[in-house]
């Protein structure tokens, strides 16, 4: 083992040593995303086996304290850090894997949202300095935008989103 897993809650820490070395950690992620990539013979099944297993050996050591938690904040490091652990499997799916039956499966992501700091300092000086919101209203974006071509781009797009009114497709 490389390192240790830590999980704050409530007040209450525990530490756990990870199961598994740099090395592995990164050869289990480089081939779990493979999955998200699209290779010479398209993109290969995702090993949900492999995602489980992973998420078995790093959380295992903490799972009580992350039990019912609906908000969670990850520090990664290493390879961890290019690996969306919303894509971690919480329960076995033995029996979902010979039919790749991806939505039965117990995704990490499912039960909580998952933020990500780069550091647990970072984390810590956020949450000394952080205020209430004052927003009056709530933002949610989605876009496409054209960066080029006649049609005027992120002009276009900046006047309507001045003027507070929806952006024609």
Request: with cysteine; net charge neutral; charged share 20%.
């Amino acid at each position: 083992s490389d390192g240790f897993v830590f999980a704050i809650r409530n007040g209450r820490g525990t530490a756990a040593p990870s199961e598994l070395s740099d090395n592995e950690i990164t050869a289990r992620v480089r081939a779990l995303r493979e999955a998200f990539e699209v290779g010479a013979f398209g993109i290969a099944p995702y090993d949900m086996n492999q995602a489980f297993d992973l998420h078995q050996r790093l959380f295992g050591g903490v799972a009580d304290q992350l039990a019912g938690v609906r908000r969670l904040v990850i520090a990664p490091t290493g390879a961890l850090l290019s690996f969306p652990f919303a894509a971690l499997i919480e329960r076995s799916p033995v029996a979902l894997v010979a039919n790749e039956n991806y939505n039965a499966a117990a995704w990490f992501g499912t039960e909580r949202a998952i933020a990500y700091t780069p550091s647990v300092k970072a984390f810590a000086n956020l949450r000394e300095f952080a205020r209430p919101s004052s927003a009056t209203r709530s933002l949610v974006g989605f876009a496409d935008p054209s960066f080029t071509g006649a049609d005027g781009g992120l002009d276009r797009l900046g006047r309507h989103c001045q003027s507070d009114g929806a952006t024609p497709p």
